[in-house]
């Protein structure tokens, strides 16, 4: 199916990667979307749903709930926006705006998912210092998106990374309130979003590209990636009551 709109990057094709330019007879030059593009977060969607309603109910105490709520709203949006943005048929004027919203979800998500562990585990000053630079990290990507929706995909793949990895050296006092397990858990989920990051600037693997291209390999790495941490935001949230 060669559609116009919907597929990342449609409208800038350098002709590497699944966005290649086609020409069918009698028709213009369009880019080829993967069949299968959106599909991944399509049907991860309702579970990523369920599974944040089941971590804010579930959750021992209000900081907790709270926790748990803006992990849940932010993930939520993360596969809602991208389904919408890689399923739908758009105007170029609605795409180009989802498709914001899209990168825009990224930063949210990281800064939703490092909230449990910082606001729950950590203390004081060490607590602060990660949720402002998180957050404020997060505010100023939406806004850097949002306003600039032709950056360098180099330059936004590596903040999301920078973002992604920007509390690495608060490990020891993540490590010392969560042990290694969640630990391991919430590193491996990072490692495979990065990867999945670079996959994603690379364009490459790009296994099928009319069917499964580059960026559902992104994609897929994204659910494997969310599915880790999610295990590791719920051990934190359960165990917050029992503290
Ligand atoms: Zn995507």
Redesign the pocket.
Known sequence: MITPNGG?DHRYPDGKGSEVIMRVPGKPAQAVKPKLR?WL?LGTFPLVLVAGMLLVALGPTPAARLCAAVYALTSAALFGV?AT??RGRWSPRVADWLRRF?HASIYLIIAGTYTPFAYLILEGATRAVVLSVVWGGAAAGVLFRVLWVRAPRWLYTALYLGLGWVAAFFVPQFLEGTGPLVAALVILGGVLYSVGGLVYGLRKPDPSPRWFGF?EV??ALTIAAYVLQYIAVSVVVYRTGAL
Do not use: I
């Open positions: 990342d959106g977060h991208s943005y890689h899209d960026h992104f994609h």
